[in-house]
């Protein structure tokens, strides 16, 4: 059974359909990448998942159920968590205080602790476990909200762009966190112009265009399509 699954979904912004028609599924296990032109509905796809956006029309599964009228943080606790683009961190407080906040609603005191550690040193911040997250490099915020993201346990991890500002190294760095995630038994869903990632940890690649779902397939099957390689030329993106 597919762990989440999206039947038909719609979303209209006025006279823009902007999601259309939409039925996806995603296996239990995978790392699925959603990709496409600028414009072409992903954010929104990831909203209507996450319930900041109701469809028009449509139905969203999640670990089988119907998540499709619930509200966000009804979404969470089903098991769902994301990383967005911005920033969700407490600038103010350390790394490692962050870390500690995000836990302390899973675990007890002596676990969370434990648990802050393991995070810090799988995520590369045990350097600056002290620092304030304000003054962290891009790259290491982007890791910490990974942490932040993961503190619940989640079976999916959805991400909206996790490389976007970073260098070649700390995208790869970030593709070995989110596949050593998966290794351990966490699904995820991104959002990635990342050519480079997406092929680091994609089982599974959709193209969204025109808020349509316009191909699918290992990351082979896509870069050699060549209808994919004519939606995004004159695009910016490899
Ligand atoms: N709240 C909104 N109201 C009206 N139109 C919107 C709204 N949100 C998105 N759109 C429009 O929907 C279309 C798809 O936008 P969306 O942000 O989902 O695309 P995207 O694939 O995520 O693009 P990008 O890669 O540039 O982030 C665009 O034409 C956008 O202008």
Known sequence: MALLQTQNLNKHFGGLHVTADVSFSLEPGRIHCLIGPNGAGKSTFFRLLLGEHQPSSGTILFDGQDITRLKPFQRINCGMSVKFQVPGIFGALSARQNLQIALQHRLGPGDAEE????????????????????????????????????????KLLLLDEPTAGMSPEETFMTGEIVRQLNAEGMTVLAVEHDMAFVRQVADRVSVLHFGRIFAEGTIDEIVADERVAAIYLGQNHD
Do not use: C, T, Y
């Open 115 to 154: 648990e802050v550690e393991r995070l810090l040193s799988f995520l590369q911040l045990e350097d600056v476990a002290d620092q304030q997250a304000g003054n962290l490099s891009h790259g290491l915020k982007q890791w910490l909200e990974i942490g932040m993201a993961i503190s619940l346990k989640p």
